[in-house]
C-alpha cells in the first residue's frame, strides 16, 4: 500500500461483504451466484448497447442492437434506425404467430388486417373493409362467393367474351341482354 493505492499480485478470497464507493474497473467478472443491480444496467457493444432501465422496467435495444434467439440464432428481432425489421426468422420453415385473434394496425390505428380464431378473416383498403371469409364462403364488397359454387354480384356485372351457362337464366325488370 502506497498511501493511495493497495497492490495485490495474489488471488483474494472475501468472506464478506464489499462495499465500493465510486466505480470498481474490473477486467473480467465471474459471478458464482445471484446478482442484484439496483440502477439501471448497460450491455456495451461494439456498435449498439442494450440498456436495462431500472426506473421504467424496459430492455431498450440501441438501433442495430438485435434480440437474437435459437441454438441456429435465425430468430432476430431488430429496429436499424429507419424501418423496423421486426421479425426475420432465417431458418425455419414457417413463422407461426398464435392468438385467438390478431389485428394489424398502423400507427395511427387504421387496421389492416383482422383474424378471429373460429371466425373471418377481414382485410382492409384505407380502414374499410374490402374482403372477408364467412363460413360458407368470401365476400368481396357486397358481392359473395360460397364455397359450394354459388355467386350472388350486385350491382352491373361484365362479363368477357363468352358466358356458358348450362341451364335457366332469369332476368329481373330492368335486365338489358343484348347480341343474342
Not at 431500472?54 to 428481432?77: M, P, R, W, Y
Not at 426475420?88 to 389492416?112: M, N, P, Q, V, W
Amino acid at each position: 500500500f502506497d498511501g493511495s493505492t493497495l497492490g495485490i499480485t495474489g488471488s483474494i478470497d472475501l468472506s464478506a461483504d464489499i462495499d465500493v464507493d465510486g466505480t470498481a474497473n474490473l477486467d473480467v467478472l465471474d459471478v458464482d451466484g445471484a446478482s442484484n443491480f439496483g440502477a439501471d444496467v448497460v450491455f456495451a457493444g461494439a456498435g449498439a448497447n442494450i440498456t436495462f432501465d431500472q426506473s421504467t422496467d424496459d430492455l431498450i435495444f440501441d438501433d442495430n442492437a438485435k434480440a437474437i434467439f435459437g441454438g441456429s440464432s435465425d430468430l432476430e428481432v431488430y429496429h436499424d434506425g429507419t424501418a423496423s425489421r421486426n421479425i426475420i426468422d432465417s431458418k425455419s420453415l414457417a413463422l407461426r404467430i398464435e392468438a385467438d385473434a390478431i389485428r394489424l394496425r398502423s400507427d395511427s390505428g387504421e387496421t389492416y388486417l383482422a383474424a378471429d380464431a373460429n371466425g373471418a378473416v377481414e382485410l382492409y383498403h384505407d380502414n374499410t373493409k374490402i374482403f372477408q371469409t364467412t363460413g360458407i364462403g368470401i365476400t368481396v364488397g357486397l358481392s359473395s362467393v360460397q364455397h359450394n359454387g354459388n355467386a350472388a354480384f350486385a350491382g352491373i356485372t361484365t362479363i368477357g367474351t363468352l358466358l356458358d351457362v348450362n341451364g335457366r337464366i332469369d332476368g329481373a325488370s330492368g335486365a338489358n341482354i343484348s347480341g343474342i
